[in-house]
Nanobody, 124 residues
Framework: QLQLVELGGGLVQSGGSLRLSCAAP????????IGWFRQAPGKEREGVSC????????YYADSVKGRFASSRDNAKNMVYLQMNSLKPEDTAVYYC?????????????????WGQGTLVTVSE
């Protein structure tokens, strides 16, 4: 089965940047829509972004528009989430997830495959 892994989480000061990576050894990620989600302690999981497999269309939560960008590097079989101008409210465990398309992202329904998550902490 498709197993995803996230890399790049860590501690950063407010206003700083991090780049998260999503990988799935043995699978071609370009065939899948890749969603990014986050969950803060005591909060429900929320969608952050999704990048489609068909045409590369991206979707972003209003809270991260203009600050975060999802992209693909197909030569490396990786998907990235570049996070700039980070705020303390961005602190959460971030997950990448794969599905056939981004419909589950914008409908708010469950993605098919998930990684284990990586913690992003943004200090005040």
């Amino acid at each position: 089965q498709l197993q995803l892994v996230e890399l790049g989480g860590g501690l950063v000061q407010s206003g700083g940047s991090l780049r998260l990576s999503c990988a799935a050894p043995g699978f071609i990620l370009d065939y899948y829509a890749i969603g990014w989600f986050r969950q803060a302690p005591g909060k429900e999981r929320e969608g952050v972004s999704c990048i489609s497999s068909s045409d590369g269309t991206t979707y972003y939560a209003d809270s991260v528009k203009g600050r975060f960008a999802s992209s693909r590097d197909n030569a490396k079989n990786m998907v990235y989430l570049q996070m700039n101008s980070l705020k303390p409210e961005d602190t959460a465990v971030y997950y990448c997830a794969a599905d056939w398309d981004c419909s589950d992202y914008y409908l708010g329904t469950q993605f098919e495959y998930w990684g284990q998550g990586t913690l992003v902490t943004v200090s005040e």
